[in-house]
């Protein structure tokens, strides 16, 4: 157990020291608001288009921060710096999320993508606790009752299968949905969330859950059954990994021992079956039937994928105190610090090869922001730093296995 | 001179022995019409999905071979099997092709892609000649108009892009076209395709050449003009090579010599510029301003790249005599032959990473089927075996420098 809160002072230093003096220097763009997030390796600007994935990820971060690490006052300018330029031109007339904007915020990629207005809603939600404005608030609730009014069909007009012959239920709403509810809490009210998390914990733990294998299926018939298709057969092992820390949220909220092990077990069965035995680190994409898969990068070991394991394994380590997570945690921990880390400029490299060599050395891009890297530090700091207080929550026989 | 002819054999003989035995015994699918495409190392089927890219190419390559190396009736029965399946299943009720269907023929994804469109009609055209049918001609007609119809808003519906922010016009489409229109030559006739020829030509080699660089954008505003973004930035060395063997027929065509030796002159330039010098292979795709590129697999080596090389090459060497298309021909035919051939069980790899390592072990799949390989080989071996009758149209200067 005191090996593992000793990682707690590391990751807290990186994420102050290391990461977030990166993207207050290079990110803010004080001429039009919003945030650079196409960062090369030195913090260079390498492209102005602003990704809304990113806007309403990053005003969550400084949001969360300054709500949870204390009342920095650049924080909170960085997360308001976002969030004005999201509020003023992020938006169709339908209150559909855009895609991308030019710099100055012209639309330039219609709202097909409805993630855009998941991190816009979990943006919004985290800087209203921190600006107690009402219209952020607003801005949240809207959004979200849009995400689950065009949750059946998100894509919409710009959904391409033909309807009726193969329909399929993709895995990424239903786990956005699992850590989204538990970030709007505080708007939706506790009740909601009660009604709400059964049904999302359902489609992860049911219908995505794939018993034979014990793996998470990224799309599956509507009543969950495999489908033996490129799509169906498709495992995207970092999706699965982080969808089973939010389940350990929820879990933790529902107080369900239960559900715990259960998504302690799912974690660990994909670490097992998505680790790279030859080279290290976690595939990204995997075919379950072993063929291969249509994702040209399927080999490559990406940022989010490791640090969301991270997070993950020092959660299950928490809840459960099984010993199988502590020793997963070490080494995950010594492939991602060795291989993402920049320790010459900052942050983290997001995109390496199979054998760990960096593929595109940029720090951010048209995916990669101010986000799994400072909230999975923060994620493990705080979770391993409180390690003994939830110690003493555990039943005894836990402590003496893992003493 | 000589040494180049010695390779006609050598291309002939893998087409006969090496590729079409591969094709004729793992694709057809006998049941339902049409062909299995993803072919696993050995030939097993491991996905059953009909995708029109490649079920209209499969339709061209026998039809071709049938019409160009003799009437071998196998190959005719193999065309019309696709052709059939195609005919009763692949369009919709405005005569848009489908992106793909299942195996028995029902529609999967709906036809946004008008590439399904070109290369069904280039199937039928190709089939039209030696099937004499005039069902044959009529379909690859009236698929060649909807093509025109739809050809500045391509993606119709499915288009995701806001209107009027950053207009850009695709490369793909015209370079497509300027081999679709030779192909269909024999339907449209010769008086079109000397009014057509022209304002393909334009496209290539003035709107989408970089003037500056010597290479030709992927993406352009609509003036031609280079736009300073993702898709801007984006070179596709491959699709840049490859539609200089398309111009470099339309030159031959059109008695064009100055033409041919622009064409020769990029087709090198963009050589220099993809060639992996650390590795060798040519690079999938690079962003003109050195930044890291938005797709992941960007350093991957891919079959089709280096075999249109190869034509590009010989068809190059054969209309100028360059001896620098002799030597890189020879260079990304090593390379080629090396690493892609899979001389235990037939056809070729696919898909290598950056060191030349099978990423991918497939024979075929939604994009790789029975087009690139078995048409580089014929167009190689018949391009080199005619040599000397092509020699002997040169200008003495040129006779001398390559001799």
Not at 54 to 82: C, H, I
Request: include cysteine; aromatic fraction near 14%; charge should be negative.
């Amino acid at each position: 157990m005191e090996d593992m809160q000793a990682y707690s002072s590391l990751y807290k230093k990186e994420l102050l020291e290391g990461v977030l003096p990166f993207w207050m220097k290079h990110s803010p763009d004080k001429e039009n608001g919003g945030y650079f997030t196409c960062l090369g390796q030195y913090g260079e600007v390498f492209d102005r288009d602003k990704f809304l994935w990113l806007q309403g990820r990053q005003v969550w971060t400084f949001s969360m921060l300054y709500d949870k690490l204390g009342p920095n006052e650049a924080w909170k300018e960085m997360a308001m710096l976002g969030a004005d330029f999201l509020e003023k031109h992020g938006r169709d007339a339908s209150g559909n999320w855009y895609f991308s904007l030019t710099s100055k915020g012209e639309p330039l990629v219609q709202p097909y993508n409805i993630f855009s207005d998941c991190f816009a809603a979990m943006g919004f939600a985290a800087l209203y606790k921190i600006s107690k404005e009402q219209k952020h608030a607003d801005l949240a609730l809207t959004t979200f009752e849009n995400i689950l009014k065009r949750k059946d069909n998100s894509k919409g007009i710009y959904n391409k299968a033909y309807p009726g012959t193969r329909p399929l239920r993709n895995f990424s709403l239903p786990m956005i949905l699992c850590n989204l509810s538990l970030e709007m809490e505080h708007i939706l009210g506790s009740e909601q969330i009660e009604i709400f998390a059964p049904q999302v914990i359902h489609d992860v733990m049911e219908v995505f859950y794939h018993q034979e294998s014990g793996l998470i299926l990224e799309n599956v018939a509507p009543d969950g059954s495999f489908v033996d298709c490129f799509e169906g057969r498709v495992l995207n092992p970092g999706h699965a990994i982080e969808s089973m820390w939010f389940i350990l949220d929820l879990a933790t909220r529902m107080q369900d021992k239960n559900l715990q092990q259960k998504a302690v077990e799912i974690m660990l069965q994909t670490l097992e079956y998505g680790w790279d035995k030859q080279y290290g680190g976690i595939f990204y994409f995997m075919d379950i039937k072993g063929h291969p898969p249509q994702q040209l990068e399927w080999d490559q070991k990406l940022w989010w994928v490791h640090v969301e394991a991270l997070v993950a394994l020092a959660k299950g380590y928490a809840a459960t105190g099984d010993e199988r997570c502590a020793a997963w945690f070490g080494k995950v921990h010594d492939y991602t610090w060795r291989k993402f880390k920049d320790a010459s400029y900052g942050e983290w490299f997001g995109y390496l090869n199979r054998k760990g060599e960096v593929l595109l050395p940029l720090k951010g891009g048209k995916w990669k922001g101010c986000f799994h890297i400072p909230r999975a530090l923060f994620q493990v700091a705080t979770t391993l730093g409180e390690l003994p207080q939830i110690e003493a929550e555990n039943n005894s026989q836990i402590k003496k296995s893992i003493a």
